[in-house]
């Protein structure tokens, strides 16, 4: 099993899953370890802007690439799009708390200690939506 923790230096748990420079990668079985680049952190300003005005989709879809053997990742902030692509390809995911080292974050992992971000069934996400819109409606009447 393989776990990606991002990473932008190596050693702390990255604040931002789909802007941190690197993926920190463990193989549970083997004991080795990778740090992958995250492509879309090295490329030119003008490529970042552009991929920007596409939308975060582009950014999920690359980052799925990189990490396509990966079973776990271990983050302490995803974005909704990138946790819609992430558990779409099969992937787990937990929260660590934020400023962390990665081997605490591993320890906590391995302990039972981190939270797992369940995916919604898609009805009751469609639930959600139309009770806030009913809300927003309502606020604009008043």
Same mark, same amino acid.
């Given at each position: 099993?393989?776990?990606?923790?991002?990473?932008?230096?190596?050693?702390? %748990?990255?604040?931002?899953?789909?802007?941190?420079? #690197?993926?920190?990668?463990?193989?549970?079985?083997?004991?080795?370890?990778?740090?992958?680049?995250?492509?879309?952190?090295?490329?030119?300003?003008?490529?970042?802007?552009? !991929?920007?005005?596409?939308?975060?989709?582009?950014?999920?879809?690359?980052?799925?690439?990189?990490?396509?053997? %990966?079973?776990?990742? +271990?983050?302490?902030?995803?974005?909704k799009p990138m946790i819609d692509k992430m558990l779409s390809e099969g992937k787990v995911i937990y929260i660590?708390? $934020? $400023?962390?080292? !990665?081997?605490?974050?591993?320890?906590? #992992?391995?302990?039972?200690?981190?939270? $797992? +971000?369940?995916?919604?069934?898609?009805?009751?996400? $469609?639930?959600?939506?139309? %009770?806030?819109?009913?809300? %927003?409606?309502?606020?604009?009447?008043?």
């Open positions: 099993m393989k776990i990606s923790i991002p990473t932008d230096d190596g050693e702390h %748990v990255s604040e931002a899953f789909g802007h941190a420079r #690197y993926f920190w990668i463990l193989d549970t079985d083997t004991h080795e370890t990778d740090l992958r680049n995250n492509i879309e952190m090295h490329n030119t300003h003008e490529h970042m802007h552009s !991929i920007h005005d596409h939308g975060r989709h582009k950014r999920a879809e690359i980052i799925a690439e990189i990490l396509k053997d %990966v079973e776990i990742i +271990i983050t302490s902030h995803i974005g660590a708390p $934020k $400023k962390i080292k !990665i081997s605490d974050a591993l320890s906590l #992992y391995f302990n039972g200690q981190l939270r $797992k +971000i369940k995916q919604e069934p898609l009805i009751w996400q $469609k639930y959600l939506f139309s %009770v806030a819109h009913s809300l %927003v409606l309502q606020r604009r009447s008043t």
